[in-house]
């Protein structure tokens, strides 16, 4: 069985052997001004262009992605199929709620929003003339419920969740009927693409993000744990891991979906509250902890018998205490540059996954159920060339950008580079 | 481990590669055919009566001829370019029916032979429909013999005491020579016989039957009964067969039991052990063969249709020969397989093809003109038309929804219409869809031509009643219309003014990127136009369709091709007992007119009672239908003899190749007896009706997802 | 050798082991997902479909159908009858699929092979130059692009535009280039970094620079003192990389039409076809056993300081 060779971190001298001692350690350590491995590897990434670079874009993407209700975007679920199918990239200005099916007021969303204002300020003020509270109350209360279902946000953007739905309405206080001509086209219902890509990038990467974590917080503990006890424990939980690679998990996907899609189990998971889309990521989280666990494992097999370990084990630290608290800690620059590897690969298995018909549904949209509509309609007797090409190319410059990154944290974390560049 | 070991090992490392590649790129060659086809998928099965699907009858129609064929009959229809087909002599040289309309008397072709050369006769038709009623072969098209005496009975298992019966021994052949009785191991298969006794059943002795506690689920119970019915034990009178198989009913007997489970406590030491006890019907008078080439079919029912069903796939002649040799599903194999059609299997590769060979011994073999035929299964709409563009495939069956625009304007694509509706169920047990108003209001609140000309797209019928447009003599009852207007009033009526207070209601499609679209649009349509909530759910095919049978759904998208040209195949979906009905709706009345219907010899009257019965479905809408399919194809201009039909048939046997240069092919066809057909197809080809004014149609599915889909319903 | 020897038989035993955990976990799996294999448009009377589940030994207890399927796997290598492609056995699936599934992956390895070895060890020599950005420009292009995309340009482009390939098929060698290609092109692109990576490690080393110091041609350095120790890291990636070419393979046989074992999955999972899926899983899991065991037994063979376990 081969060790996963990755570089040594130097051992932080966390823990003192006695009492006495570490004050005066500590004491010490204050008056010198040490670099910490973190601010070494900060100030070699700043140094890395390509990396920085990737980094200031995955900061923006993601704020993009975390604030795209507030953008004034057109709807990503409005379909214009009389006028807008196909259309190529243009940068014809757009009215939101112009479109004829939604009969909104005068042709424009805040004119159409006025009015229902107004229409639900008087009938509220009506309800609140009521004197019997009881009843008043119980009006209130049936009346808001129903309100909120008229609301002509859910016209134009279908389903929208509670923050959503906030930030829409800020979106609309600051830009009022404006929204982006639809510069990368628009798709076969007549949907604008480019909000599209946008409310898909915020889906992928949470997507991504949180089954990272989740395989994550899997494979660290595992191979933490594995690493710390050794022996034969160590023997028998990497030989199961072992085993887990040799089976086929797409297939283990795929039954999993059959079997969350079903309504029985829905129905239980609503109980607690939990949606389907999160089971998603977290069976994706759970079968990319392999890789993580075992360069964990590598990790902790080489810190356990440094000094602090030893020191921590003398206090009378638990096993526990000292895995969490002192092991895995330093083992995080290897885990954060294995992370920026890891969430390429599933926002690649979420597109995968859209391409079987077995990833996302309507009407929340992500980067692969896009790519998986443009590579429809890509043939040599048409060419919808903007269906596949934004998609596209927004995915690939995020999975670009986390792999320089992923490159440059290597290169800033590893001490070996420490003084060649 | 020493480094020359290590050494070795690299050498040894870079041979196995080497060898690994070559191996890799050793390839089979095999020629193309001369015509290749885009048949969507892999056909389940090359057993008629086991098939279902198109893909599958694509093959069987070109493997196979029944006592009739499909063939053009008449001149295109100038509008649509539809060219009318009718049920036409094959296998039969001829037929007469009877005054009442309720015999029909077939007479066979002398030179009619197995591509084995085995000669066909009337009792290959006994037996082929004896074995596609039989239980066991389960074939799903086993109602369209159900006005057969008997027929319905024997294929449904039931029998009760009095009846005459027949009993399967407990002792079919083995392939090894065996029987079961030697072995006492079961020999599933779908219709090999044991040794067969006739007689008339007497007494059924019943054990005691289980008690089952109030909480066992409905698959225990189910599970529990039939057990229980078979340890069952069968008492008959067993009659004397005479060595031309007729039985004496009213000869001497001999009484003796049967029972299927040998450990029944109601089973004596004398009773035999038997597969099924069904009544008889092959010998019940139901079918009659007076000699080899004479066969003879009595209905209960007039039914009009008969001949068109007569010409259908399931009810083809199988080959009983080759079936007794080999077994099910053995005998399908390419090596094993036998065929009566005008072509004969030669290969059959899954996920690939299915390679058509002409069959020199078929009776109208010198007016075949393709020698050899790929039927591909591939499933891709952008690489089949791909495959088009670069000349692997002659004809698509499926093109891409998104280019159906450009497609359209082109000379190789055909559109035309096709007897097949999609619709939503619904599921009237749910409140608040119980409420006829509600339904009618979803409904009329969808924008239908905005569906049909903006997604599905080349513009097609959209559906404001249950029956396609286009069935001679059936006079449609109005439907109704679209008004948002009017289902705003219905909605308010039921008590959810403006849409107020009515809870989502889930739309359940199998996973398609058409279905999605359309389930899409419809979301926002219904949102728009009524402020009713639409959840979207897709599921895959086997899930969907368990959901759809159980009732437990609010809306589910389906779909349904006629069976045969008549407003029966649409209507009797939604007879209470139907197994298609699905939605729990039911209606005495239009029960009984659909009774009336059947039993209705004058044509005229029959429509009306139809007619009258649409009208009840259309006021009640227990099904929301959106529009009339299109069939679609793209076939490349060399090949002749293709020519739009209302069931989307197109005879193999009809069709050749013009390769331009070869002047002598067309001298050929021309002189072929087939000519007539050729000519009415190639002048179909030479000026086909204008496109744009062609009843567009678009298959909004991506089917070739989903084979099954394909299969019964769209 | 003899270790090498307990090695494969503790492997064998570890593999037996896996195999059954998943034949164990699919059945369950396949048996929790609601619907059954008969599922059709066309309702089916009760007692018929009792009949069509003897016939596939449905209708016998979980425990016993669990058994009696182990039992026909081990003793007879039988795998079954497919319950959806009723002509077929799913052992006469798999031996029609598997040689071409097999091709595909077996050139579509070779080929990433030998490009990103290459490609991997000019970039790493060239370090620096615009040559190697434009090599690992393409190779995070190739690992950032996913491969049904991929396909679908390289159609346009190689079938349509420069007609060198024909679109789809399976029968000559042309037909398979294109989507070994494209399987291929992620797997190569890693390999590439791997091998940059790996290279660059090996060139800073004492005994490399004391190879240069001594004179020798710049070549032979890099081919028998460099090149070795690089490799290190991409013979252990090829055990997740025959995983990938696998599964890549469902979306290429797919796309091109391809009769591979790939395809059949989906449509076995989906639609019920519990034994055709049962086959397929097993098969895969033990190709990719094998694939990993030898993985490890290469790179220990290779790397003198590992040891086998």
């Given at each position: 069985m081969s060790e996963s060779p990755s570089p040594s971190l130097p051992s932080r001298q966390t823990e003192a052997p006695d009492e006495a001692a570490l004050s005066r350690i500590l004491q010490e350590s204050r008056e010198i001004r040490g670099v910490s491995l973190w601010q070494d590897a900060w100030r070699r990434l700043r140094r890395n262009r390509a990396a920085m670079a990737s980094l200031v874009f995955l900061v923006i993407l993601m704020l993009a992605a975390i604030f795209t209700p507030l953008l004034p975007l057109q709807s990503p679920a409005d379909k214009d199929l009389n006028n807008r199918r196909f259309l190529p990239p243009n940068f014809d200005s757009v009215v939101m709620?112009?479109?004829?099916?939604?009969?909104f007021e005068d042709g424009r969303l805040t004119a159409q929003l006025a009015k229902y204002q107004a229409s639900v300020e008087q009938e509220r003020s009506e309800i609140l003339s009521i004197d019997d509270p009881v009843e008043r109350a119980e009006k209130l209360d049936a009346f808001e419920k129903r309100a909120s279902v008229e609301h002509p946000f859910n016209q134009l953007w279908n389903q929208l969740g509670p923050v959503a739905f906030t930030m829409c309405r800020i979106r609309v206080a600051i830009f009022g009927d404006w929204a982006v001509p639809s510069l990368f086209g628009t798709d076969k219902l007549g949907r604008d693409l480019l909000s599209r890509v946008f409310w898909g990038s915020r889906v992928s990467l949470v997507v991504g993000i949180v089954a990272t974590i989740v395989s994550l917080i899997i494979g660290v503990s595992y191979g933490a744990i594995a690493g710390y006890l050794g022996g034969t424990v160590d023997a028998i939980m990497m030989r199961i891991v072992d085993m887990l690679y040799s089976i086929p998990f797409i297939f283990v996907v795929i039954f999993l979906v059959t079997f969350l899609g079903e309504d029985s189990v829905k129905k239980i998971l609503d109980q607690y509250g939990i949606e389907q889309i999160t089971i998603f990521y977290i069976i994706i989280g759970a079968i990319y902890w392999l890789t993580m666990s075992r360069v964990v494992r590598g990790q902790v097999l080489s810190l356990r018998h440094e000094q602090f370990v030893e020191a921590a084990r003398t206090v009378g630290a638990s096993p526990g205490r000292i895995i969490f608290r002192h092991v895995v800690p330093n083992t995080l620059g290897v885990v954060i540059v294995y992370l920026t590897l890891t969430i390429p690969s599933v926002m690649l298995f979420e597109a995968f996954l859209s391409f079987l018909g077995l990833g996302v549904s309507p009407p929340d949209v992500s980067l692969g159920l896009l790519l998986n509509d443009g590579v429809e309609a890509l043939s040599i007797v048409k060419l919808f060339w903007w269906v596949v090409v934004f998609p596209g190319a927004a995915l690939a410059l995020t999975l670009f950008a986390l792999n320089f990154l992923g490159d440059g944290l290597r290169d800033a974390l590893d001490p070996k580079m420490k003084n060649r560049s | 481990m020493p480094p020359e070991l290590r050494r070795l090992f690299v050498i040894l490392a870079v041979v196995v590669m080497g060898i690994a590649v070559v191996w890799a790129t050793r390839f089979d060659s095999m020629p193309p055919a001369d015509f290749s086809i885009q048949n969507g998928t892999d056909p389940k099965t090359l057993d008629p009566h086991r098939a279902t699907g198109q893909p599958e009858s694509r093959i069987l129609f070109g493997m196979f001829s029944g006592l009739l064929q499909m063939l053009p009959d008449g001149d295109?229809?100038?509008?649509?370019g539809l060219q009318p087909m009718s049920p036409q002599p094959a296998v039969a040289k001829s037929y007469e029916v009877s005054d009442d309309k309720l015999t029909y008397t077939f007479h066979l072709r002398d030179d009619a032979v197995w591509s084995d050369g085995v000669p066909i006769t009337s009792e290959d038709f006994v037996w082929s429909w004896t074995r596609m009623l039989h239980p066991a072969t389960a074939c799903e098209y086993n109602f369209q013999l159900f006005s057969v005496p008997f027929a319905e009975q024997f294929s449904s298992g039931v029998v009760n005491v009095g009846d005459r019966c027949e009993v399967e021994l407990f002792d079919r052949p083995n392939p090894?020579?065996?029987t079961e009785a030697d072995t006492g191991e079961l020999n599933i298969q779908n219709f090999p016989r044991g040794t067969m006794l006739y007689g008339t059943l007497r007494e059924i002795r019943k054990p005691p039957e289980p008690e089952l506690a109030e909480d066992v689920t409905e698959d225990d119970r189910e599970e529990a009964m039939l057990n229980w019915q078979e340890s069952w034990v069968f008492v008959l009178d067993i009659a004397e067969e005479d060595e031309n198989g007729d039985i004496d009913w009213d000869g001497p007997t001999t009484r003796q039991t049967f029972t299927a489970d040998m450990d029944s406590p109601v089973a004596d030491e004398d009773t035999q052990r038997v597969h099924n006890v069904l009544v008889a019907f092959s010998k019940l008078g139901g079918m009659e063969t007076p000699d080899e080439h004479t066969f003879v079919v009595n209905l209960e029912d007039p039914l009009p249709y008969f001949p068109s069903l007569a010409a259908y796939y399931p009810l083809f002649p199988v080959p009983r020969h080759v079936i007794e040799k080999h077994g099910a599903p053995m005998w399908t194999k390419a090596e094993n397989i036998v065929s009566n059609g005008p072509y004969v299997v030669g290969l059959r590769r899954l996920r690939d093809r299915v390679r058509l060979v002409k069959n020199p011994?078929?009776?109208?073999?010198?007016?075949?003109?393709?020698?050899t035929i790929d039927a591909l299964s591939t499933e891709g709409q952008n690489t089949a038309l791909n495959m088009y563009e670069t000349g692997q495939i002659d004809w698509v069956t499926d093109p891409p929804t998104a280019l159906l625009e450009t497609l359209k304007q082109r000379d190789d694509f055909y559109a035309a219409p096709m007897l097949s509706v999609y619709f939503f169920r619904i599921n009237t047990t749910r409140k608040p869809l119980d409420d006829p108003r509600i339904r009618r209001a979803l409904s009329m609140a969808i924008d239908r031509q905005q569906i049909v000309d903006?997604?599905?797209?080349?513009?097609q019928v959209p559906a404001y009643a249950l029956v396609p447009p286009g069935i001679v003599g059936y006079e449609p009852p109005p439907g109704f219309k679209p008004d948002v207007d009017a289902a705003k009033q219905l909605l308010a009526d039921a008590g959810y003014p403006g849409g107020r207070g009515i809870p989502k209601i889930t739309l359940l499609y199998n996973t398609s990127e058409g279905h999605r679209a359309i389930a899409e649009v419809v979301q926002q349509q219904l949102q728009n136009n009524l402020n009713v909530k639409l959840e979207l759910q897709n599921m895959e095919w086997g899930s969907f369709l368990d959901k759809t049978n159980q009732i437990d759904y609010d809306i589910a998208r389906a779909g349904w091709i006629a069976d045969y040209a008549d407003p029966n195949t649409f209507l009797?979906?939604?007879?209470?007992?139907?197994?298609?009905?699905?939605?729990?709706w039911s209606s005495a009345e239009f029960d009984q007119l659909l009774k009336e219907a059947a039993a209705e010899s004058d044509a005229e009257k029959r429509m009306q009672l139809l007619s009258q019965a649409e009208a009840i479905w259309i006021d009640e809408m227990p099904v929301i239908p959106l529009y009339f399919y299109v069939g679609i194809n793209m076939v490349k201009p060399r090949i002749k003899g293709f020519f739009p039909s209302p069931q989307d048939l197109h005879p193999l046997h009809l069709m050749s190749i013009d390769d331009g240069s070869d002047q002598q092919t067309d001298a050929e066809v021309a002189g072929k007896p087939n000519g007539r057909d050729l000519f009415i197809a190639d002048r179909l080809l030479s000026a086909p009706a204008p496109l744009s004014k062609l009843p567009s149609i678009i298959r909004p599915t991506a089917p070739s997802q989903l084979p099954n889909e394909k299969v019964t319903a769209r | 050798m003899t270790d090498l020897f307990s090695y494969a038989i503790r492997r064998f035993g570890w593999m037996l082991l896996t195999v059954w955990a998943v034949y164990t976990v699919s059945f369950v799996l396949m048996r929790a997902v609601p619907g059954n294999p008969f599922s059709s448009e066309r309702t089916v009377p009760p007692a018929i479909e009792r009949q069509l589940r003897a016939r596939y030994n449905l209708d016998a207890p979980p425990i016993e159908q669990y058994t009696d399927y182990l039992v026909g796997i081990v003793t007879r290598g039988d795998l079954g009858v497919s319950i959806r492609l009723e002509d077929y056995t799913v052992n006469e699936v798999l031996a029609e699929g598997f040689p071409v599934s097999a091709s595909l992956a077996i050139l579509a390895l070779v080929f990433a092979l030998t490009l990103g070895v290459t490609a991997g060890v000019v970039s790493a020599v060239y370090r620096g130059s615009a040559g190697d950005l434009a090599l690992m420009g393409t190779a995070v292009l190739g690992i950032a692009i996913p491969n049904f995309v991929l396909a679908s340009l390289a159609i346009l482009l190689f079938v349509f535009i420069i007609p060198i390939f024909p679109a789809a098929g399976w029968g000559t060698l042309r037909q398979v280039a294109l989507p070994a290609l494209c399987l291929g092109a992620p797997v190569a692109a890693y390999i590439a970094r791997l091998t940059r990576a790996g290279m660059l490690e090996v060139l800073g080393r004492e005994h490399v620079r004391t190879a240069f110091a001594k004179g020798l041609p710049k070549s032979t350095v890099i081919l028998k003192h460099v090149l070795p120790g690089a490799l290190l890291p991409v013979v252990s990636y090829l055990g997740p990389a025959t995983a990938s070419v696998l599964t890549g393979s469902l979306v290429l046989e797919k796309i091109f039409a391809l009769p591979g074992i790939g395809s059949h999955f989906i449509y076995a999972a989906t639609q019920r076809d519990y034994t055709l899926a049962m086959g397929m899983v097993l098969t895969y899991t033990v190709l990719l056993f094998v694939m990993n065991s030898l993985v490890d037994l290469s790179y220990a063979v290779i790397d003198p300081r590992v040891k086998l376990q």
């Open positions: 709620g112009s479109r004829e099916g939604l009969k | 295109p229809d100038p509008v649509s090894d020579g065996t011994r078929w009776f109208g073999a010198d007016s075949v003109a393709i020698e903006q997604v599905a797209k080349a513009g009797d979906l939604w007879l209470t007992d139907g197994p298609q009905n699905s939605t729990g | -």
